[in-house]
């Protein structure tokens, strides 16, 4: 799976911060790795210089091999806690997605 990390210039997104998003994601999405192609991670401070209570945005879309892109995001008070919830709600929507496929098809 490939994986891409983006930040806005109000973030710091420098190589360590991105390689504990990559981590963090990865494992949230172990299970699915395998039918994932790639993923993307997009980190924006939703209030820009401002200060304020839930002004960090993770924007996360995974694409699944042979279907439409999915995104889900989520903002907080934290890069971390905005990754941790939009890797939470991923999973469930890789969950609903991909089940529905395995149902199907039996496998």
């Not at 420098?14 to 993307?40: H, I, S, Y």
């Not at 699944?64 to 919830?85: C, F, K, M, R, Y």
């Amino acid at each position: 799976m490939q994986f891409q990390f983006n930040s806005d210039n109000h973030v710091n997104g420098n190589r360590d911060v991105a390689a504990q998003v990559e981590e963090d994601v990865r494992k949230g999405l172990a299970r699915f790795e395998a039918r994932l192609t790639r993923t993307e991670v997009h980190i924006s401070d939703v209030d820009g210089q401002k200060q304020g209570p839930a002004d960090k945005r993770c924007l996360l879309e995974a694409r699944p091999n042979g279907l439409e892109p999915i995104a889900v995001s989520h903002e907080a008070d934290t890069v971390d806690q905005a990754v941790s919830g939009a890797t939470g709600k991923l999973t469930v929507a890789l969950e609903r997605v991909l089940g529905r496929l395995t149902d199907r098809k039996g496998h």
